[in-house]
């Protein structure tokens, strides 16, 4: 499936602010409440800084969805991160430019979007909050 160009919020409490993000992959969630679940959380966020919601546009590009493979490293208790790390590399080299999968969120489940390519993918619209 290929995406348009669209809106979607990162939650964060990296220590500085940025404009540009350096990581490998970016988690992106499609509205304000789900990010701000990442970003208040010091578990999901691994950051020391101050939680806050980045609005950011995604260039558009062909997504692969993950959901099954999520699901079932979820249920044999992997390493989600790692899975998510390995699945990115595969879809690399498939031409994708994003993944997606189902995340349990604050309120229902939302689908979440990974950018494999932040750098040239990822845009930060406007200063966080």
């Known amino acids: 499936m290929k995406s348009k160009a669209k809106t979607f919020y990162h939650g964060t409490a990296a220590e500085n602010d940025f404009q540009v993000f350096n990581d490998e992959i970016v ?3 499609p509205n304000r409440i789900e990010a701000g679940a990442f970003a208040e959380n010091p578990i999901l966020s691994k950051g020391k800084g101050k939680p806050r919601i980045l609005e950011v546009q995604a260039k558009a590009g062909k997504v692969k969805d993950i959901d099954e493979i999520v699901t079932a ?18 879809a690399r080299a498939q031409q994708f430019r ?8 604050v309120k229902n489940e939302f689908v979440a979007r990974i950018s494999i390519y932040p750098k040239e993918d990822l845009s930060i619209k406007r200063k966080p909050e």
């Open 27 to 29: 988690y992106l969630a």
């Open 73 to 90: 490293a979820l249920i044999a208790e992997d390493d989600i991160d790692e899975v998510i790390c390995i699945e990115a590399a595969t």
């Open 98 to 105: 994003y993944l997606e999968f189902s995340h349990p969120g």
